[in-house]
């Protein structure tokens, strides 16, 4: 019914840059929050960014002050700009939406955007 699509990751130097975005499409009625979260290999998924509909943010320690994360409501449409990359931001990148079908609240994942950062 809904389908999360992310675009943008790849390959960068340290000190680079990247974009993601990602897509809800489907049977959307309103969305609450979106967000970004990333897992490398061995640890555990963990919380990136994320801004809700009155584009409240919140941010990881770790990312703060290189990270934006920004949204379209209209396009249903979340943003990641990562500046000043580091060889430890390298990870699988996950959008989730909090959103509601209906007026029922659904948390969809996308499938994953890899970023890997080469020092």
């Known amino acids: 019914q809904v389908q999360l699509v992310e675009s943008g990751g790849g390959l960068v130097q340290a000190g680079g840059s990247l974009s993601l975005s990602c897509a809800a499409s489907?049977?959307?009625?309103?969305?609450?929050?979106m967000g970004w979260y990333r897992q490398a290999p061995g640890k555990q998924r963990e919380l990136v960014a994320g801004i809700t509909s009155g584009g409240r943010t919140n941010y990881a320690d770790s990312v703060k002050g290189r990270f934006t994360i920004s949204s379209d409501n209209a396009k249903n449409m979340v943003y990641l700009q990562m500046n000043n990359l580091k060889p430890e931001d390298t990870a699988v990148y996950y959008c989730?939406?909090?959103?509601?079908?209906?007026?029922?609240?659904?948390?969809?994942w996308g499938q994953g955007t890899q970023v890997t950062v080469s020092s």
């Open positions: 489907g049977s959307v009625f309103s969305i609450d929050a």
């Open positions: 989730k939406a909090d959103l509601r079908i209906s007026l029922t609240p659904y948390t969809y």
